[in-house]
């Protein structure tokens, strides 16, 4: 167990919807990361936010959003969704801006 | 963006064989990091090394970091079963720049 919570666990939505993921990250931990994975294309890196604050962007597309609260938790929003964003999506959390990275268990997104 | 490559990209070998992947890049490092993934789950920090020529063992698993700081090495000694994952390598080399993991080596071993 990493310390790194992820809600939920499994995610079934149609073309067109929005969804939004959640993240706890290790109590202590200011850092939060989102990766998207899929088969063809690896771990991809979207998003950092360090205490509340965008700390740098990856491939994340305009229909994806994300945020970090006051309380350090994290959502990833994604919008008019499409069948290649069926994906797992995972979370990581670090201490600082940068070095070891703590991952949860993801989410796996299926959209029909 | 660095482009980190894995190979292989997948390898399939049988319990107490020994193997070795690899992680390459045109670009110069100052650390790198090797994650295992195991199916259904996040992956899992195994090292960081910062250090050209640098050598690590975690049990049965060696990693090199390259004189040159440009790739790495795993070497994993007698297989096991439970070593089966996925295998990354990453770096976050500036705090500025998208963070890049390597495609990954998916190692199965069959008992």
């Known amino acids: 167990d990493s310390g790194v919570t992820q809600t939920p666990k499994h995610l079934i939505t149609a073309t067109g919807q929005r969804v939004t993921l959640r993240c706890s990250p290790r109590?202590?931990?200011?850092?939060v990361y989102w990766y998207q994975q899929s088969l063809d294309q690896g771990l991809q890196f979207l998003i950092q936010?360090?205490?509340?604050?965008?700390?740098a962007k990856g491939n994340i597309l305009e229909r994806f959003s994300a945020q970090q609260f006051p309380d350090l938790h994290s959502e990833l929003n994604l919008s008019s969704l499409e069948l290649g964003d069926s994906a797992l999506y995972f979370c990581?959390?670090?201490?600082?801006?940068?070095?070891?990275?703590?991952f949860g268990p993801g989410t796996r997104l299926t959209v029909l | 963006t660095q482009l980190l490559e894995q190979s292989p990209q997948f390898l399939s070998i049988q319990e107490g064989e020994n193997l070795t992947v690899y992680c390459n890049s045109s670009s110069v490092f100052s650390s790198l990091q090797w994650y295992r993934q195991e199916p259904g789950e996040g992956p899992v920090l195994l090292v960081t090394v910062v250090t050209g020529g640098e050598v690590k063992k975690l049990k049965r698993l060696t990693f090199q970091f390259g004189d040159a700081r440009k790739d790495s090495s795993l070497h994993i000694t007698a297989a096991q079963p439970g070593d089966t994952g996925l295998y990354l390598c990453?770096?976050?080399?500036?705090?500025?720049?998208?963070?890049?993991f390597g495609k990954g080596t998916r190692l199965s071993v069959i008992a």
């Open positions: 936010y360090y205490n509340g604050e965008e700390r």
């Open positions: 990581a959390s670090s201490v600082a801006g940068r070095g070891e990275q703590f």
């Open positions: 109590s202590g931990d200011l850092s």
């Open positions: 990453t770096t976050d080399d500036s705090g500025n720049t998208p963070l890049v």
